[in-house]
Antibody
Framework: QLQLQESGPGLVKPSETLSLTCTVS??????????WGWIRQPPGKGLEWIGSIYYSGSTSDNPSLKSRVTMSVDTSKNQFSLKLRSVTAADTAVYYC????????????WGQGTLVTVSS | DIQMTQSPSSLSASVGDRVTITCRASQSISSYLNWYQQKPGKAPKLLIY???TLQSGVPSRFSGSGSGTDFTLTITSLQPEDFATYYC?????????FGQGTKLEIK
């Protein structure tokens, strides 16, 4: 059974870079030929797609984040990662990683999520 | 971006009731519509994809319909575990966008 787990700092200072890693277990990140995605949810609000990455490194992302996003894959560790630069309080959210099915756009399953707070 | 609007934003119902949640897209998205269920403090769970196809393991009391701009999620015979927030999501065109959510509460 495929499982995903996010990890990274829970507190990031404004203007700095948010860095998260998603570790995949129960399956290989490269053998499933899947895209892998990031979605976030500000406290008490709805869901926002951040971007998706193929195991080979090809990416698609949300233009609303104004090119602040970098995603990468480490197949040797069965992990993929997210970096979000120049964060502000508006980036405070629970960040989820997920496997993408149907190319890069349907998310199943999801990790449990990790809360990242942007504050000095 | 394609805007997704759900109605109602919240809904009270009783165990055993039938409920319907509506999702409207700002332009035609064919049948590229997913539904997710989210319980408090948990990650969303995929319920339905392609507007009407039930994800494996999802109870048959859940059903989806629609195409173009108007979609519905129906839950027949509500169970206690169904009280949650439901989100629609379009995958027709990037950036993929979600509705604002419909919170289903116990009456």
């Amino acid at each position: 059974q495929l499982q995903l787990q996010e990890s990274g700092p829970g507190l990031v200072k404004p203007s700095e870079t948010l860095s998260l890693t998603c570790t995949v277990s129960g399956g290989s990140i490269s053998s499933s030929s899947s895209y892998w995605g990031w979605i976030r949810q500000p406290p008490g609000k709805g869901l926002e797609w951040i971007g998706s990455i193929y195991y080979s490194g090809s990416t698609s992302d949300n233009p609303s984040l104004k090119s602040r996003v970098t995603m990468s894959v480490d197949t040797s560790k069965n992990q993929f990662s997210l970096k979000l630069r120049s964060v502000t309080a508006a980036d405070t959210a629970v960040y989820y990683c997920a496997r993408c099915v149907h190319y890069d756009s349907t998310f199943d399953p999801w990790g449990q999520g990790t809360l990242v707070t942007v504050s000095s | 971006d394609i805007q997704m609007t759900q109605s109602p934003s919240s809904l009270s119902a009783s165990v055993g009731d039938r409920v319907t949640i509506t999702c409207r897209a700002s332009q035609s998205i064919s049948s590229y519509l997913n539904w997710y269920q989210q319980k408090p403090g948990k990650a969303p769970k995929l319920l339905i994809y392609a507007a009407s196809t039930l994800q494996s393991g999802v109870p048959s009391r859940f059903s989806g319909s629609g195409s173009g701009t108007d979609f519905t999620l129906t839950i027949t015979s509500l169970q206690p575990e169904d009280f949650a927030t439901y989100y629609c999501q379009q995958r027709y065109r990037s950036p993929y966008t979600f509705g604002q959510g419909t919170k289903l509460e116990i009456k």
